[in-house]
């Protein structure tokens, strides 16, 4: 398989805001994903009242479970409609505030505090504004990124990861040549020479 088939792909921020008004979001699973509980300790590592962060975020109800197990938890996405969806379907009130140095960007911040969910581009964020974390749960992120952002995706979540941070890590395997994406196909060589 050649995942060079892929490169030139490109999905535009309003093709995704599109996705979510048109309801065409069968990325979104309701039952949260198996490979969370599966690995979970993996990524806590005997750790608690972590800071875990979930890029390109969506309405990912894992974003609940670890709240709900003391943790704070810091999400990112394009798309207003799915922050506030989640904390609708959770019945988590919430209060909004524009974020200093993003213009247009917002922070959705649950009310009990431990749920951060900002409202703007990845490539926004910084660990001055985000601060850095002790857990990342990436699924549905590195395999939306555009793959010619992939380098500026991975060398972001870099800065933003702690020294002991785990990250998990959740990609899909197909022939590139059969479907167009996203999610993209990303092969583990890529990985290791992204991530290093
Ligand atoms: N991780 C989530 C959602 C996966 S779909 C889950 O597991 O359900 C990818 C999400 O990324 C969409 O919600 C889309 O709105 C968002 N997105 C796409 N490009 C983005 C960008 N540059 N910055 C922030 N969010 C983005």
Redo the contacts with the bound molecule.
């Keep these: 398989s050649d995942p060079g088939s892929q490169k030139g792909q490109v999905v535009t921020?309003e093709e995704?805001?599109q996705?979510?008004e048109t309801g065409k979001i069968g990325?979104?699973?309701e039952q949260g994903?198996p490979l969370l509980q599966k690995y979970l300790d993996v990524l806590l590592n005997g750790r608690s009242g972590l800071r875990i962060f979930?890029p390109?975020?969506?309405?990912?109800v894992e974003m609940k479970w670890l709240a709900d197990m003391g943790h704070s938890v810091v999400g990112?996405?394009?798309?207003e409609q799915?922050l506030k969806e989640f904390f609708a379907e959770h019945g988590l009130p919430y209060c909004e505030e524009p974020v200093p140095g993003i213009s247009g960007g917002k922070k959705l911040q649950s009310t009990s505090g431990n749920i951060s969910l900002y409202c703007c581009?990845?490539?926004e964020l910084s660990s001055s504004i985000a601060g850095k974390f002790d857990g990342v749960w990436d699924?549905?992120?590195l395999v939306?990124?555009n793959p010619c952002d992939r380098e500026r995706y991975v060398h972001l979540m870099i800065t933003l990861m702690e020294k002991n941070c785990s990250y998990l890590l959740v990609t899909v395997l197909y022939d590139p040549n059969k479907h167009k994406g996203p999610p993209f196909y990303v092969p583990e060589s890529e990985i290791k020479s992204l991530f290093g």
Excluded: M, N, Q, T
């Design positions: 921020e995704w805001l996705k979510w990325f979104h699973k994903h979930f390109l975020c969506g309405k990912a990112v996405d394009v798309s799915a581009s990845i490539y699924r549905g992120a939306a990124v």
